[in-house]
């Protein structure tokens, strides 16, 4: 960016008329300059311009102001004096004095002060150098992203050489908070380019009541334009010394992924001493192998249950209940798909050999056709799996389930969707020994719906149009009693239930329409209501035919207000059997309000959360969250966040609690250098 300013101090120096003058061979660009001064002289012999004055040159969309302007044709050598400006649509360059060789491309500009409009960045110094055609000098310079005087923080250094593409190198460095020396630095180095560079990054330090003082340290670097690696040492007080590595590549046909693994020798936790050691996996990527065959990876392992608990720093981590990978490739011909995955799964909660595992499953399946012009369409299921486990049944299934479906169209009001299929399933190679097994199952669905809507012209002089659509819907499925005793047990495909039942629903949407500036519209659904029950005719419920009473609801009323609902009553007891409700504001001031509830007694859930974000405080940030159990009075977690936030700079502090581990995080970040210090980091990515 310095070359470009000096490139248009080249510019501002240019030969001129008393008034004006258009000269076309001035500066790199070519384009034509505009000069303007009060005084103009030329020496022909020596090959001087002089141009004093309000000195004003223009060349597109560059504008160039000083009081005085000399230009040497002969030597290249230019001077301009006196509020020298240069100012375009992204930067600007102020300074006393700037002297430059249009020829050797060298030059000086005095009490500088360069500005940067995206990043808000000020450069100032005594001078700015350029040394040569990537080589930078600043004596006596300072740096910052806030605007005044006096801004709220900046670095000072003594001298700094920068060499673009390369590094810059400060020497007597200090760090102001107002006008207040706050550190030092005797000398440091950073990468002053644009690409990827290596290098140490910025550590963080932390506390907690299980893992004590943490420092975490990393090194980033660069393998490659398409791979990059960070490594990763963290010291916990409390646990041990851990190591990490993370990597991550692009690479042909669209293969791109990351991979991460963790060590720590843990010392103790929670004051007792355990001495394990304790790793984690994990590895995810996607992408194209010849002859478009995908591949696609998300996998992850933990060699003991504890890892998360301990390591975790959000709900979603240390409340794991287990691990998952999966591989899989797959290919497609049309409508033609061919899959396999092999699934491992590790449960956390317990160590329990029966888990079972898919060591591999594979699926072909052909999707819904037409059969030439008629109304009806076949599809085809089959799937092959075979279950492993370390202790328990285990055995190899393949399941075949081709379908025969129609779609037709009543008076062109009413649609009708009759579906029949069979499922076959075989079994063997059973460790229990057992016979060969095999069981069909016919399985028949009919779907009925329709619409009636009515659209409204401005209602209420509020919005362009609403429409309102009522869609009442009847299923009907049926799958009969087969006895299934003799089969093996992996899933729910091994004991299905008979059914006979009638479901009807009745869904209700409101939407809105409105115009945009440019004549083209746009559609919001206001309010959306389905309410559907279950009618058993099986002989399991003749107690009850009726089945719960399901209401699916969303309210948007505006587009920074929502309310979304899904409850479940029993219409024998009148009790509500499932609650599940979000309710969100938020306004453009980021000023937001979220909260949920869940309630699930067959699961033994009662659980809600709060999440408050309030912004009219500003600069003060506030941020609040709040995680509790009904069904044991227990709070899961609590986090409270206070954000300062100035033009160029901000500090937040947080405080997380949950079960029995309690921490504090202080980030303090500067607007274009990033966060310089922290308590409580991520080990390792995990």
């Known amino acids: 960016m310095l070359l470009r300013f000096f490139i248009f101090i080249s510019l501002c120096v240019a030969p001129c008329l008393a008034i004006a003058a258009d000269l076309d061979q001035v500066g790199e660009s070519g384009q034509p300059v505009q000069l303007e001064a009060d005084q103009l002289s030329y020496d022909k012999d020596a090959g001087l311009y002089r141009a004093s004055g309000d000195v004003k040159l223009i060349q597109g969309d560059l504008e160039v102001r000083s009081q005085t302007l000399k230009w040497n044709q002969i030597s290249g050598e230019v001077e301009a004096e006196g509020d020298v400006q240069l100012i375009s649509p992204d930067e600007e360059l102020f300074g006393s004095k700037a002297h430059y060789n249009l020829k050797k491309g060298t030059g000086t ?145 669209g293969n791109a992924g990351e991979a991460r693994i963790y060590h720590m020798n843990v010392d103790q936790v929670d004051g007792v001493v355990v001495d394990d050691e304790r790793y984690a996996l994990e590895w995810q990527h996607a992408g194209f192998l010849p002859g478009g065959v995908r591949m696609v990876a998300d996998t992850e392992y933990v060699n003991d249950d504890q890892y998360f608990e301990d390591f975790g720093n959000v709900a979603e981590e240390y409340n794991k209940d287990k691990v998952q990978s999966v591989f899989s490739l797959s290919k497609s011909w049309g409508k033609y798909h061919l899959v396999g995955q092999l699934k491992y799964t590790k449960d956390l909660e317990v160590d329990d050999p029966e888990t079972l595992q898919l060591l591999p499953r594979i699926n072909f399946d052909a999707a819904r056709q037409r059969i030439g012009e008629s109304v009806f369409y076949y599809a085809l299921e089959t799937e092959y799996s075979n279950f492993w486990r370390q202790e328990g049944l285990r055995g190899e299934r393949l399941m075949v389930r081709p379908i025969l479906a129609a779609s037709l169209q009543l008076w062109d009001v009413i649609g009708v969707a009759p579906e029949i299929s069979y499922r076959e399933r075989y079994y063997w190679n059973l460790s229990d020994d057992s016979d060969s097994e095999n069981e069909g199952l016919a399985e028949f669905t009919t779907r009925i719906n329709t619409r009636v809507q009515k659209v409204y012209h401005r209602p209420f002089g509020l919005f362009g149009k609403l429409r309102h659509s009522v869609e009442p819907e009847l299923v009907y499925r049926y799958v009969p009693e087969v006895d299934q005793t003799h089969l093996p047990y992996f899933d729910h495909y091994d004991d299905i239930d008979e059914k006979k039942q009638i479901e009807y629903a009745l869904v209700q949407r409101f939407t809105i329409r409105s115009d945009r500036v440019d004549g083209s519209p746009t559609y919001r659904e206001l309010f959306y209501l389905r309410l559907s029950q279950t009618y058993d005719l099986t002989d399991e419920a003749r107690e009850q035919r009726f089945q719960e009473l399901r209401i699916e609801t969303l309210l948007l009323p505006t587009t920074w207000l929502s309310l979304q609902t899904d409850t479940t009553l029993d219409v024998e007891s009148g009790d509500w059997t499932k609650v599940a409700v979000e309710g969100k504001i938020k306004d453009q001031q980021d000023n937001s309000l979220r909260v949920e509830y869940r309630y699930d007694p067959g699961d033994d859930i009662d659980y809600g959360s709060v999440n408050v974000s309030v912004a009219f405080l500003k600069p003060v940030y506030l941020n609040y969250q709040q995680r509790y159990e009904f069904s044991t009075n227990e709070q899961l977690e609590q986090v409270l966040g206070i954000e300062y936030r100035q033009q160029c700079w901000s500090a937040q502090l947080s405080y997380r609690e949950h079960e029995d581990d309690r921490s504090v995080m202080l980030t303090f970040t500067m607007r274009g250098i990033g966060s310089v210090g922290g308590v409580g980091g991520s080990l390792g990515g995990f």
């Open 109 to 253: 500009v005095e009490d500088g002060h360069f500005y940067l409009r995206e990043q808000n960045l000020h450069v100032r110094g005594e001078t700015i150098e350029r040394r040569g055609k990537l080589d930078y000098r600043i004596k006596k310079g300072t740096f910052t992203t806030c605007d005044g005087d006096v801004p709220s923080w900046k670095f000072g250094a003594s001298q700094v050489d920068v060499t673009l593409g390369g590094y810059a190198r400060a020497r007597n460095t200090i760090f102001y908070l107002k006008n207040v020396p706050s550190l030092y630095f005797p000398y440091m180095v950073y990468p002053a380019k644009t690409e990827r560079e290596s290098g140490l990054l910025i550590p963080t330090i932390g506390y907690s009541d299980k893992r004590g003082f943490q420092y975490g340290g990393a090194y980033y670097q660069v393998l490659g334009v398409n791979q990059d690696a960070t490594f990763y040492l963290d010291y916990l007080s409390e646990m041990g010394l851990g190591k990490g590595l993370e990597y991550r590549y692009i690479f042909g046909r």
